[in-house]
T-cell receptor, first 113, second 110 residues
Framework: GAGVSQSPSNKVTEKGKDVELRCDPISGHTALYWYRQRLGQGLEFLIYFQGNSAPDKSGLPSDRFSAERTGESVSTLTIQRTQQEDSAVYLC???????????FGPGTRLTVT | GEDVEQSLFLSVREGDSSVINCTYTDSSSTYLYWYKQEPGAGLQLLTYIFSNMDMKQDQRLTVLLNKKDKHLSLRIADTQTGDSAIYFCAERANDYKLSFGAGTTVTVRA
């Protein structure tokens, strides 16, 4: 079956511009996660959605970052007024409600120039 | 993440066994995971173990968990060139977030 998909795969943007990243989770997965991976580092949790519950935004690094998800479908991560330190790979994962296995998408590589 | 630590590099000869080690700090961890990341690719879930287990074997992979010492290891038997990748250890506590180590880069030499 189809896995987690993300778009775009690569995004180059100028400092100060806004960007929107998209994630399509595995069908039937109610839980969706966004992580950030800086070069040479592990993954950093950003935000978590579970069904229609309020999302856990505790990992978002600043108010320039926001994410939305409609029901149990697509999610978008928006970064406003991008900064060079936002350059990273943004990974999305989805899982069943109990979350034992998180399946990751291929990521979006964001480069802020 | 600062709560999960791994050695950064491992070099192994093709055909030998690889052992990747990880330590974590959260004693309430419920699941521990190993993910594989090949160049330019996303993370592939290799295996995971419940905290009430001490060993799990899946084909060439063996996971050992020492809960007392908060130590997790991944053994890859008969290491192949296709096993060259970055391996991430991750823990999940009572919530849903995964805390990741910085990754171990495994290089398989002929």
């Amino acid at each position: 079956g189809a896995g987690v998909s993300q778009s775009p795969s690569n995004k180059v943007t100028e400092k100060g511009k806004d960007v929107e990243l998209r994630c399509d989770p595995i069908s039937g997965h109610t839980a969706l996660y966004w992580y950030r991976q800086r070069l040479g580092q592990g993954l950093e949790f950003l935000i978590y959605f579970q069904g229609n519950s309020a999302p856990d935004k505790s990992g978002l690094p600043s108010d320039r970052f926001s994410a939305e998800r409609t029901g149990e479908s697509v999610s978008t991560l928006t970064i406003q007024r991008t900064q060079q330190e936002d350059s990273a790979v943004y990974l999305c994962a989805s899982s069943s409600p109990w979350g034992g296995e998180q399946y990751f998408g291929p990521g979006t590589r964001l480069t802020v120039t | 993440g600062e709560d999960v630590e791994q050695s950064l590099f491992l070099s192994v000869r093709e055909g030998d066994s690889s052992v990747i080690n990880c330590t974590y700090t959260d004693s309430s961890s419920t699941y521990l995971y190993w993910y594989k990341q090949e160049p330019g690719a996303g993370l592939q879930l290799l295996t995971y173990i419940f905290s009430n287990m001490d060993m799990k074997q899946d084909q060439r992979l063996t996971v050992l968990l020492n809960k007392k010492d908060k130590h997790l290891s991944l053994r890859i038997a008969d290491t192949q060139t296709g096993d060259s990748a970055i391996y991430f250890c991750a823990e999940r506590a009572n919530d849903y977030k995964l805390s990741f180590g910085a990754g171990t880069t495994v290089t398989v030499r002929a």
